[in-house]
């Protein structure tokens, strides 16, 4: 939910503003190829329906975003090119390696499954790169930063949770270990987003 | 077999 949420506040962003100013696309087109790659069983694998339509949801609005910062006339131009420079490679490649080298069976889906759950992880980096080159950053790019750094935190507790409370629930150090870096990964925003949230100032990152 | 707790997250 939070990270339906996330999603709901940039859409928002997007949409009224007609502004994408502070959001990095090349984490929207990261988190893209996330999707993709992690939710291939879409059709073969039948969880729940919530399961399902939050697939559909999570493919549909990422692919919506990218749409809108490429596509739309307005959009489009206040899209922040030159400071949006990490290059997806970086992460792609490294994430692509340590799934081959790292994962709980050597099939495909299970490989590619475990490249998402690897480039989830640092997805966020490119965002968080910009983030730290603008100078105004608008409370909607703001909190929805701090969503989509939120629902993994809480995954945290419900894996605790699931663990002990589960019968069948068996260990999964894969997504558990990338979890806690992904997580770790928000720790600095989260700091300077609680601050400025207790000070009633804006959010800003330390150069 | 599904195996729970693997692929039942999104």
Redesign the interface.
């Known amino acids: 939910m939070t990270?339906l949420a996330s999603i709901c506040l940039l859409l928002l962003k997007i949409h009224t503003m007609k502004s994408c100013a502070g959001v990095s696309l090349k984490t929207q087109e990261l988190y893209a190829l996330v999707f993709v790659t992690r939710y291939l069983?879409l059709f073969s694998?039948f969880?729940s329906m919530y399961?399902t339509i939050?697939?559909i949801i999570?493919l549909s609005s990422t692919f919506g975003i990218i749409w809108y910062m490429r596509g739309h006339k307005l959009v489009r131009q206040s899209y922040d090119k030159e400071q949006d420079t990490f290059r997806h490679y970086f992460l792609v490649i490294p994430c692509m390696v340590l799934a081959l080298v790292i994962h709980?069976k050597f099939t495909l889906l299970e490989v590619l499954?475990t490249f998402s759950i690897y480039l989830e992880a640092v997805a966020i980096l490119p965002q968080l790169v910009l983030l730290q080159r603008t100078r105004n950053i608008d409370n909607l790019t703001g909190n929805y930063i701090f969503c989509l750094g939120a629902y993994r935190a809480l995954?945290l507790l419900n894996w605790i949770y699931?663990y002990f409370m589960?019968k069948?629930?068996?260990a999964?150090w894969i997504?558990w270990m990338a979890g806690m870096i992904q997580t770790a990964i928000y720790a600095d925003f989260f700091y300077y987003y609680f601050k400025s949230w207790k000070k009633n100032e804006r959010l800003k990152l330390p150069a | 077999a599904?195996?729970?707790?693997?692929?039942?997250?999104?």
């Open positions: 990270h069983d694998n969880v399961n939050m697939k999570f709980s499954w995954y699931r589960e069948n629930y068996h999964q997504t | 599904q195996r729970t707790g693997s692929h039942d997250e999104l």
